[in-house]
């Protein structure tokens, strides 16, 4: 049902801002977070190129890089320190899902890949005959809030934490408003 509700709520959006929806398009240093608020649920989905959280795009290719991965995923993962809802809000993080074409669902603390045998590398093995893409890493946090009148906005520390980062598009749909805003790492924070 939320995510209906939020899935309406960001095609309206959509609708309301074609501009911002045409925009929308693989750029280094640029992501898209998309905001949704229903009721007492923050749902925040983050569409980034990988390049900007691990400085390449593509299948690890050695031990270092599968560390960077792992590490990046952990940071992911701990959203509550990246994503600080207004603090009245009493918001507590409840779910992560990461997601990317190039990269092992088990990298990414998701549950492994159901064909993958035991001995099978840690990484996706590109597709024979695949051109090198710019590949991008989804994101989706959701939060609970204890106290959902009291949740104004949004600080986004995505900046400090991965210094790739130069701006994020962001819209947020809540049941009175919707916005757009972009941040930068001097003006990281969405109100509504």
Not at 137 to 144: A, H, R, S, T
Request: with cysteine; net charge positive.
């Amino acid at each position: 049902m939320l995510s209906r509700t939020l899935s309406a709520l960001a095609a309206a959006l959509t609708i309301v801002s074609p501009i911002a929806h045409a925009e929308k398009a693989h750029v280094h240093g640029v992501a898209e977070l998309n905001v949704g608020v229903d009721k007492d649920t923050l749902r925040i989905a983050l569409e980034s190129p990988l390049e900007n959280l691990l400085g390449f795009e593509r299948v690890p290719k050695s031990d270092k890089e599968l560390d960077k991965v792992r590490r990046m995923a952990s940071q992911l993962r701990q959203a509550d320190k990246l994503f600080l809802p207004t603090p009245g809000a009493g918001c507590k993080l409840v779910n992560v899902k990461l997601e990317s074409a190039v990269l092992d669902p088990a990298l990414l603390g998701e549950a492994p890949v159901a064909a993958a045998s035991p001995g099978q590398a840690a990484a996706r093995t590109p597709q024979p005959g695949a051109k090198p893409a710019h590949a991008d890493l989804d994101g989706e946090f959701i939060f609970q809030c204890a106290q959902p009148a009291a949740l104004q906005g949004l600080e986004v520390k995505l900046f400090d934490a991965f210094p790739g980062y130069r701006q994020i598009r962001a819209q947020v749909v809540t049941a009175k408003r919707q916005s757009a805003a972009r941040l930068s790492p001097k003006a990281n924070t969405l109100n509504w």
